[in-house]
């Protein structure tokens, strides 16, 4: 049996790559591997941090042995974290890498970690250069490419990012796989019950932190096109603001849609986030910049249709026609979308493009990929 340690976030941090290590972790057992988490014991210094708080009050998963150990900005603590990963003797770490600023923790453990050991890691890596970009992203980057062995990527564009820091390493190009652990979908009457919500529209859904390159304001305006106001639509928005929301709230004063839209800006716990996707329609992701999402990925648990916008990675997940639709990036390609979908009655049949192709995205896919990049 291998023992693995998987090193990056988890509970009681909050968010979706902490659930999908914890997801993943899951599946390595139910493989017959002997799996240990070591998280953030500190993430990111408040200052550094955009939302109001970085702690869930969700329980802690059960079956999972997680430490709380690492700590982003302590030097003396990055060689502690690494000497605890060598007394663990791991035959392999997986890391989750998603920002430059874990650059220099995260690889200073894998180096002290590893010195004097035959231990492998492989590197899941969400992205490789930063939507939002910031000082020394590059340098940053290039020391923690340099501790891993291969890497996992979810989307062709990190791949290709990645080959600016190593034409050498070996990688691999496995889908986020579905989201399956955020309950089973509800009807939508009980969904729209329980968030007070009318059953008399059509729900569109924006879910997740509110960024600004996710281009909330994008879809925001597509509500406002004018082919739009006979149709009963209401548009949901779920997550906290790491954008300016008073810019937001006033966009929509501006554009009178006002009554069109429900703002439930907060951190939406696990148990919650079923009743938002079984109470949607389309999920719909204008996003201006995107590597891969696991938002899609709830969407395919969730069996929902969405709106992606040709960036990144998210053109590979959804079959334009099919399971959603693929658009520009731009408020007028957004609302002839929506358009399509509602007035041609689309639902039933994208729906069950979706529940078809869902299955193209599983975690023991991703179990088999790692470890075919571990020998």
Same mark, same amino acid.
């Given at each position: 049996?291998?023992?693995?340690?998987? +090193?990056?976030?988890?509970?009681?941090?909050?968010?979706?790559?902490?659930?999908?290590?914890?997801?993943?972790?899951?599946?390595?057992?139910?493989?017959?591997?002997?799996?240990?988490?070591?998280?953030?014991?500190?993430?990111?210094?408040?200052?550094?941090?955009?939302?109001?708080?970085?702690?869930?009050?969700?329980?802690?998963?059960?079956?999972?042995?997680?430490?709380?150990?690492?700590?982003?900005?302590?030097?003396?603590?990055?060689?502690?974290?690494?000497?605890?990963?060598?007394?663990?003797?791991?035959?392999?770490?997986?890391?989750?890498?998603? @920002?430059?600023?874990?650059?220099?923790?995260?690889?200073?453990?894998?180096?002290?970690?590893?010195?004097?050991?035959?231990?492998?890691?492989?590197? @899941?890596?969400?992205?490789? @250069?930063?939507?939002?970009?910031?000082?020394?992203?590059?340098?940053?980057?290039?020391?923690?490419?340099?501790?891993?062995?291969?890497?996992?990527?979810?989307?062709?564009?990190?791949?290709?990012?990645?080959?600016?820091?190593?034409?050498?390493?070996?990688?691999?190009?496995?889908?986020?796989?579905?989201?399956?652990?955020?309950?089973?979908?509800?009807?939508?009457?009980?969904?729209?019950?329980?968030?007070?919500?009318?059953?008399?529209?059509?729900?569109?859904?924006?879910?997740?932190?509110?960024?600004?390159?996710?281009?909330?304001?994008?879809?925001?305006?597509?509500?406002?096109?004018?082919?739009?106001?006979?149709?009963?639509?209401?548009?949901?928005?779920?997550?906290?603001?790491?954008?300016?929301?008073?810019?937001?709230?006033?966009?929509?004063?501006?554009?009178?849609?006002?009554?069109?839209?429900?703002?439930?800006?907060?951190?939406?716990?696990?148990?919650?986030?079923?009743?938002?996707?079984?109470?949607?329609?389309?999920?719909?992701?204008?996003?201006?910049?995107?590597?891969?999402?696991? @938002?899609?990925?709830?969407?395919?648990?969730?069996?929902?249709?969405?709106?992606?916008?040709?960036?990144?990675? +998210?053109?590979?997940?959804?079959?334009?026609?099919?399971?959603?639709?693929?658009?520009?990036?731009?408020?007028?390609?957004?609302?002839?979308?929506?358009?399509?979908?509602?007035?041609?009655?689309?639902?039933?049949?994208?729906?069950?493009?979706?529940?078809?192709?869902?299955?193209?995205?599983?975690?023991?896919?991703?179990?088999?990929?790692?470890?075919?990049?571990?020998?």
């Amino acid at each position: 049996m291998k023992k693995i340690v998987l +090193l990056g976030p988890a509970h009681p941090l909050r968010g979706g790559i902490a659930s999908s290590n914890e997801r993943l972790a899951l599946e390595l057992q139910k493989e017959g591997f002997e799996v240990v988490l070591y998280s953030f014991s500190l993430q990111y210094p408040s200052i550094l941090f955009p939302g109001k708080s970085q702690f869930t009050d969700d329980p802690p998963p059960p079956g999972l042995k997680i430490k709380t150990m690492l700590n982003s900005v302590w030097p003396i603590n990055w060689w502690k974290t690494g000497r605890a990963l060598r007394r663990e003797g791991a035959d392999l770490i997986i890391v989750r890498f998603w @920002i430059p600023f874990m650059g220099p923790s995260l690889g200073t453990v894998l180096r002290i970690a590893c010195r004097g050991r035959k231990t492998r890691v492989v590197c @899941i890596s969400d992205n490789i @250069i930063p939507h939002e970009k910031r000082p020394f992203d590059r340098l940053f980057t290039r020391y923690f490419v340099k501790a891993a062995h291969a890497f996992i990527v979810m989307s062709r564009s990190v791949g290709e990012e990645l080959r600016q820091f190593s034409r050498t390493l070996p990688y691999r190009y496995v889908p986020h796989p579905v989201y399956d652990n955020y309950g089973d979908p509800l009807g939508r009457e009980e969904a729209l019950a329980h968030l007070g919500l009318p059953a008399d529209k059509h729900y569109l859904l924006f879910f997740g932190f509110i960024r600004e390159y996710k281009g909330l304001d994008i879809l925001l305006e597509a509500l406002a096109d004018k082919r739009l106001s006979d149709l009963p639509l209401h548009l949901l928005v779920a997550g906290e603001f790491y954008a300016d929301e008073a810019r937001c709230k006033q966009l929509i004063a501006d554009l009178g849609i006002a009554e069109r839209v429900s703002l439930h800006d907060r951190y939406i716990p696990q148990a919650e986030v079923r009743y938002y996707f079984s109470a949607a329609d389309l999920l719909v992701q204008p996003y201006r910049s995107a590597t891969q999402s696991g @938002i899609s990925q709830l969407a395919y648990h969730f069996e929902k249709p969405m709106i992606v916008t040709r960036v990144g990675g +998210l053109p590979e997940i959804v079959d334009h026609g099919k399971t959603g639709y693929v658009v520009e990036v731009n408020p007028g390609a957004v609302a002839e979308a929506i358009l399509d979908f509602f007035v041609h009655k689309r639902e039933k049949a994208f729906g069950e493009g979706v529940k078809a192709a869902k299955f193209r995205f599983s975690w023991a896919y991703m179990v088999q990929a790692i470890v075919s990049l571990s020998d």
